[in-house]
């Protein structure tokens, strides 16, 4: 089992930058790949980015390419998603997610944290 948990959200200008953490519980994480998703109101959970487990190998949606960035520190059971340059669409729930292969399909992952919402003011 896996537990995880976000923060890190917030309200911004749009410019601005923001940094989300997830923290994870159990053994399993640093051989686990994670995936960071969001989802607006009235919309479907999209993805945003994903790294493998040792972070060698990372993959973004092509609207954050650029200005987000995925990473992950296994001795402290962490992940995060540095977030700059940001824009008002970017609002919306962000979660963390991680499952043994990562992955940029939100069905295929099996731990899911709580959200952190981000809110970017134009």
């Known amino acids: 089992q896996v537990q995880l948990v976000e923060s890190g959200g917030g309200l911004v200008q749009a410019g601005g930058s923001l940094r989300l953490s997830c923290a994870a519980s159990?053994?399993?994480?640093?051989?686990?790949?994670m995936g960071w998703f969001r989802q607006a109101p009235g919309k479907e959970r999209e993805f945003v980015a994903a790294i493998n487990w040792n972070g060698g190998a990372t993959a973004y949606a092509d609207s954050v390419k650029g200005r987000f960035t995925i990473s992950r520190d296994n001795a402290k059971n962490t992940g995060y998603l540095q977030m700059n340059s940001l824009k008002p669409e970017d609002t919306a729930m962000y979660y963390c997610a991680t499952r043994p292969r990562w992955s940029a399909y939100a069905n295929r992952y099996d731990y899911w944290g709580q959200g952190t919402q981000v809110t970017v003011s134009s």
């Open positions: 159990g053994r399993t994480f640093g051989n686990y790949g």
